[in-house]
């Protein structure tokens, strides 16, 4: 059987082309089973597996609970609100009071970057990175470039603008380092204010104004403005944002060509991304929401094949 090398999901920096493709081609055979009328299987029925969720979340934890039980796992879900973290206990505390009760596989969102690859080094569960902090969100680049290999048959040679708030997306890294894997041209942009400042050192291309980047592009993946991770104000008001940086069905009627429109959620809709494109014909909004199920149990399965206790079934 195919297998992935690593043991944990931390990030797509660890993963090679191959690897992602394996995790496509599992994604492809779990999105037919959620298109039958029965979608269950009994994959990982002997794993448990914990939701961890230090910030909030509404795909991704959704996502994960219905992956782990469309794959027959135990679940349990844990949230930082209401817990005894906010009693003092540590993270590796919390974390070790949870694996005490028997879980086998952790899904982790924390606001600090590099949690899961800390707890990876301390515990023995496998560790999926559900998004930490600024870094990474490898499923969501995962299912993101899943579903433009579906909409385009390919990757190779795509031409994708990720346009917004560059610096506090841990989006943005994850769908770099994935699209360039998968032999994509990836362009980055948004105020000068909100771009890394050695954002040329990932081989990208920056545009500071809009309409040359939807010019270049044929899918454009729309972020939000991550407010509550800015300290210090990157632009006059939203309303200004919105004006320069907005994407909206007027500028995209300006180009003389058709552009597919990405978000990986939650929108701020009339700030960087208008309904009437959120909601037309060329977004591919909820489909990526849709193929996040998918992704995620290929992830959990694959990574359940490399645990050496169990070899679960594809069915
Ligand atoms: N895309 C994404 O991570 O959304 P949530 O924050 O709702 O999980």
Known sequence: ME?????????????????????????????????????????LRDVTIANVFFENSTRTKLSFELAEKRLSADV??????????KKGE??????????????????????????PHFLAKHVDANIINAGDGTHEHPTQALLDTFSINEKFGKVQGKKVAIIGDILHSRVAL????????????????????LLPRHIQKLDVKVELDVRKALEWCDIANVLRIQLERQQIKYFPSLREYSLYFGINKKLLDGLNKEITIMHPGPINRGIEISSDVADSEHSIILDQVENGVAIRMAILYLLAAKRPDYQPELT
Do not use: W, Y
């Not at 349990?76 to 973290?85: A, C, D, E, T, Y």
């Not at 994850?174 to 948004?190: D, P």
């Open 174 to 193: 994850s769908n770099i380092h994935a699209l360039q894997k998968l032999g994509a041209q990836v362009m980055v942009c948004g105020p000068i204010t």
């Open 90 to 115: 540590t993270l590796l505390d919390t974390i070790n009071n949870i694996l005490a009760m028997k879980v086998d596989m952790l899904v982790i969102r924390h606001a600090s970057p590099g949690a």
């Open 76 to 85: 349990v879900n844990f949230s930082s609100s209401g817990s005894s973290v």
């Open 3 to 43: 297998e992935l090398k690593v043991k944990h999901l931390l990030g797509i920096k660890e993963l090679s082309k191959e690897e992602i493709q394996l995790i496509f081609r599992t994604a492809s055979h779990f999105k037919e089973i959620l298109n039958r009328p029965i979608k269950k299987v009994p994959s």
